[in-house]
C-alpha cells in the first residue's frame, strides 16, 4: 500500500462536502467538530474493516496492533493535521468485559457488533483555524491519480452550501423503556450500595427508543445545528448509523502528553439570561456536583498513573463551567506524561470505559449498574475517535448519541443517565436524564415537522 497526500486552502461547507464527496458510499465516517474545534474528519471507502466483540472473536487491542503494524508511513509535515491516515474506532461500553470482570454480558436488542475497527483509503480533513483542506489517499498501486480525482472534487465544491434537506417522520413515539417509578426504584437500589460502602458513586442510565422513518444523514444534520459538540461524529455502515453530539472528550494523546476532560456536574439551560444565569450560579455553588467531580478526577487520576510516569499527572482544570445549547456542564483536565514503550492497548486498558460514565472506584461500580440497568448500553458511554501512526489520537466519551438501527424504517435509540451519590434526589436526578436527552428528542422533533434551512 502506498499513501499520497495534498493540501489546499479554502472553506468548505462540512454538510455539503461530507454529503456530496462520499455519495454512494455504504460505510463513512465524520468527526465533526461542529464549529467548536480546529480539525473535522471524513473518512470513507475501507481498506480494512474489523468488528469487534466483547466477548470471543479477535482480541480488539491485538486487531488494532495488527492493522497499525501494516500501515504505510505518511509523510507528512510538522504542520499537518493529528491525523491524515491511520484507524478510526468506536468502542461500546460493552467491550469493557475484555478488561474487567463485570457479569455475564445482558443480550442485545440491536443486531451490531460491539465496536469497530476501519482504515478508509480516503481522507478529508478540514481545518477551520487556517482555512485549510488536507487529502490523504490509500492505494495499493497509483494514489496518485485518486489523490488528483478527489482533489478536482473538492475544488468543485468550494464556497458552495446546502439550501435546506430532507424531512422525517416518527412512526411510534419515542420514549423510556423504564418509568420515573421504575427510576426512583433502581437509584433506592444504588443508594444501598453507597450505604454499605460497596461504592461512592454509579453512573445510572436507561434506553429511550421509537420507530422513524427517513435517512439517518438528514437526522444528523439537524442535530449538529440544533445540538452542537465539540466531539461529535456520525458513522454510517451496513444496515445503521451512529449520530453523536458529544460535548466529552475522553482521551487524547500526541507523543508522551495524554489528557481526559472529565465533565460531572450538569443543569439545564434557562429559558431567559436571568434564568440562564441562576441555572449556572446554582451548578457553580452545588459542593454535591463538585464532590461528584473530585470523585472523578481521582479515579481519572489513578487511571492515567498506570501508563504514566510517575509524578507527571496534574490537574489544570476543576469546576470549569462550559454552556452547551441545552445544559450547562462542570468539567475537568487531567494530564500526564507517557512512560515510555506506552502502546494504545496499554492506554485503553488502563483508562476504558472513562470514569464519568461508570462511578468510583470503577470495577465496583460497573459491576452496581450491570445489575441495575435493563439492558446493554451499546455505543452509548463508549468511545468514538481516531489513532493516527505518527504518534496521536482523540476520543470522546459517546454520550448525546443516537443509534440508527435498519434502512428508511429503523429503530431509533438513545441512552442518558447520571452520576448516583449518597445525597442524590432520585426525582432531581430524572429531571437531569431529561435535560441531557433535550438536545437529541429536540432534533428528533425538529427534523420530523419541517425543513431547516441554513
Not at 465524520?30 to 469487534?52: F, H, N
Not at 498513573?305 to 489544570?316: H, K
Not at 451519590?421 to 429536540?442: I, Q
Request: charged letters at 25%; one cysteine or more.
Amino acid at each position: 500500500m502506498r499513501v499520497a497526500v495534498d493540501k489546499f486552502k479554502g472553506i468548505w461547507d462540512t454538510e455539503l462536502l461530507f454529503q456530496q464527496i462520499t455519495a454512494g458510499c455504504s460505510e463513512r465516517w465524520l468527526l465533526d467538530s461542529c464549529g467548536k474545534g480546529r480539525y473535522t474528519v471524513m473518512a470513507w471507502e475501507p481498506w480494512k474493516q474489523i468488528p469487534l466483540w466483547d466477548v470471543g472473536g479477535d482480541d480488539p487491542m491485538e486487531a488494532l496492533e495488527e492493522v497499525l503494524a501494516h500501515l504505510p508511513c505518511v509523510n507528512a509535515p510538522k504542520e499537518a493535521p493529528p491525523f491524515l491516515m491511520g484507524v478510526l474506532g468506536w468502542l461500546g461500553y460493552e467491550l469493557a468485559w475484555r478488561w474487567h470482570r463485570i457479569g455475564q454480558p445482558k443480550p442485545r436488542h440491536l443486531p451490531l457488533p460491539d465496536g469497530m475497527w476501519m482504515v478508509p483509503r480516503k481522507v478529508i480533513v478540514l481545518d477551520a483555524r487556517l482555512d485549510e483542506a488536507w487529502i490523504c489517499v490509500l492505494d495499493e498501486t497509483d494514489p496518485e491519480t485518486k489523490l488528483a480525482h478527489l482533489s478536482k472534487q473538492l475544488l468543485q465544491l468550494q464556497g458552495e452550501t446546502e439550501a435546506c434537506q430532507q424531512t422525517g417522520e416518527i412512526l411510534t413515539p419515542v420514549t423510556p423503556v423504564i418509568t420515573r417509578q421504575h427510576y426512583r426504584h433502581q437509584i433506592g437500589h444504588i443508594k444501598d450500595a453507597i450505604a454499605r460502602g460497596d461504592i461512592y458513586q454509579a453512573n445510572f442510565t436507561y434506553r429511550v427508543q421509537g420507530q422513524v422513518m427517513g435517512t439517518p444523514w438528514e437526522l444528523f444534520q439537524v442535530l449538529r445545528r440544533t445540538n452542537p459538540g465539540a466531539y461529535a461524529a456520525y458513522i454510517e455502515g451496513e444496515g445503521y448509523a451512529i449520530l453523536s453530539s458529544s460535548p466529552e472528550q475522553f482521551v487524547r494523546w500526541s507523543g508522551d502528553h495524554i489528557e481526559t476532560k472529565p465533565i460531572k456536574g450538569t443543569r439545564p439551560r434557562g429559558a431567559t439570561p436571568v434564568a440562564d444565569a441562576k441555572e449556572k450560579a446554582r451548578l457553580a455553588a452545588s459542593e454535591k456536583d463538585q464532590a461528584e467531580l473530585v470523585m472523578i478526577v481521582d479515579l481519572e487520576r489513578n487511571d492515567l498513573g498506570q501508563v504514566c510516569e510517575i509524578g507527571s499527572i496534574r490537574v489544570p482544570r476543576l469546576f470549569e463551567l462550559e454552556p452547551h445549547p441545552t445544559v450547562w456542564h462542570q468539567v475537568a483536565a487531567v494530564e500526564g506524561r507517557l512512560k515510555s514503550g506506552v502502546k494504545p492497548r496499554d492506554i485503553f486498558g488502563a483508562i476504558f470505559p472513562g470514569g464519568s460514565i461508570t462511578g468510583a472506584p470503577k470495577l465496583r461500580s460497573m459491576q452496581v449498574i450491570h445489575d441495575m440497568e435493563t439492558g446493554r448500553r451499546g455505543i452509548y458511554t463508549g468511545s468514538i475517535g481516531y489513532i493516527d501512526p505518527r504518534g496521536s489520537a482523540e476520543w470522546n466519551i459517546a454520550i448525546r448519541t443516537m443509534i440508527w438501527a435498519g434502512g428508511r424504517e429503523a429503530n431509533l435509540s438513545y441512552h442518558v443517565g447520571g452520576g448516583i451519590v449518597w445525597d442524590s434526589d432520585p426525582d432531581a436526578e430524572y429531571e437531569e436524564t431529561l435535560a441531557k436527552g433535550r438536545g437529541m428528542l429536540e432534533a428528533i422533533q425538529q427534523w420530523s415537522a419541517k425543513k431547516v434551512k441554513q
